[in-house]
């Protein structure tokens, strides 16, 4: 009988520290990434890209041109944590979700990066500033810091959940079972002619990307981890 409640024992503490080890969604902080798999390899072996423009060196990839830089496999659910740099007048992105590369644009998630400092910049609609869905839902805050200064973006995608922390900030919590029309958003917004398939359509798994130097402008990533929820 002692031995029986011994193991009970045993197995209840092991449940109750399983439980208390998971984490709970939405992250309300930035993640102690550390110990996550890194997204690439320094050698890109991992990704899709086309030669020549994406590089990896002292710990960062930037690109010369406006081309993607694509994860090789497909995610479901996950937690991307990175950080990101903006120049002047930065205007580029997280992808994810994305089903199809050669018309990524209908067939994916694009969270924005823009450098909301830059004149023009501001100027755009609040879903084309940094921490939104691009076109579909604005952030709640700007929490961009300026050109120059690293941030800092956790981005939790579950089912049709996106959720999104922006240096410490909860910017945005997108879900797509909402966003049922291509050319209307459900404040009534217009979106973009080009996002053509409306976010409750598309699937929740995908590829990953990075937009490069987008409109004249770099941007630069580093520390980009990722952990698969199961």
């Not at 102690?32 to 020549?52: C, M, V």
């Not at 921490?131 to 050109?147: D, L, Y």
């Not at 981005?155 to 909860?170: H, K, R």
Request: aromatic content about 12%; hydrophobic content about 35%.
């Amino acid at each position: 009988m002692k031995l029986q409640l011994s193991i009970l024992t045993s197995l209840v503490f092991i449940v109750f520290i399983s439980c208390q080890q998971q984490p709970k969604y939405p992250l309300t902080s930035h993640p102690d990434s550390g110990s996550w798999p890194a997204l690439f390899t320094s050698d890109l072996s991992n990704a899709i890209y086309p030669e020549g423009v994406w590089s990896f060196e002292d710990g960062e990839f930037t690109a010369t041109e406006d081309e993607f830089l694509w994860t090789d496999k497909d995610y479901d659910n996950f937690v991307l944590d990175l950080e990101f740099k903006n120049a002047d007048g930065t205007n580029s992105g997280v992808i994810v979700y994305c089903s199809d590369l050669d018309n990524w644009l209908a067939n994916s998630v694009e969270i924005q990066i823009a450098d909301n400092f830059n004149e023009k910049l501001a100027k755009t609609p609040k879903s084309w500033q940094c921490g939104a869905i691009f076109g579909r839902k604005p952030a709640t805050k700007s929490a961009v810091k300026k050109p120059g200064e690293w941030n800092k973006y956790t981005i939790t995608c579950i089912d049709s959940m996106i959720y999104v922390l922006l240096n410490g900030e909860q910017v945005n919590e997108f879900d797509m079972t909402k966003f049922t029309e291509a050319k209307s958003n459900p404040d009534g917004s217009r979106a973009p002619s080009w996002l053509s398939t409306p976010p409750a359509e598309l699937p929740t798994h995908g590829k990953i990307g990075f937009q490069g130097k987008h409109a004249g402008a770099p941007v630069y990533f580093r520390n980009i981890r990722v952990m698969e929820i199961q």
